[in-house]
Nanobody, 127 residues
């Protein structure tokens, strides 16, 4: 069965770093594009970053550019989100999601476009 499992969330001080992992099973990572989303209670699920299966190109929402980096390891079937210089406003539950489309950008990284979802991992940034 298709399964995405996030890990790496936790409590961190402003300016700190975390690396989130999304381990994927049930399909080959190279056959899918992957997105990271985040959500606070009562708010919409926001696309944060994505990586395309076609050529490995990446994209980011403006608020995380220069601080977050998405990467993939096809051999390990894992996608990572390295988060640096974290801010309190980065606090959210972070989800990874997969889509079969060969290309994805922030403009097309919509919740309804994604086919498979993980359960999420909580990131809390506070002093």
């Amino acid at each position: 069965q298709v399964q995405l499992v996030e890990s790496g969330g936790g409590l961190v001080q402003p300016g700190g770093s975390l690396r989130l992992s999304c381990e994927i099973s049930g399909f080959i990572l190279g056959y899918c594009s992957i997105g990271w989303f985040r959500q606070l209670p009562g708010q919409e699920r926001e696309g944060v970053s994505c990586i395309s299966r076609s050529d490995g190109s990446t994209d980011y929402t403006d608020s995380v550019k220069g601080r977050f980096t998405i990467s993939r390891d096809n051999d390990k079937n894992t996608v990572y989100l390295q988060m640096n210089k974290l801010k309190p406003e980065d606090t959210a539950t972070y989800y990874c999601a997969a889509v079969r489309s060969p290309w994805v950008t922030i403009a097309t990284l919509k919740r309804n476009n994604m086919h498979y979802w993980g359960k999420g991992t909580l990131v809390t940034v506070t002093s």
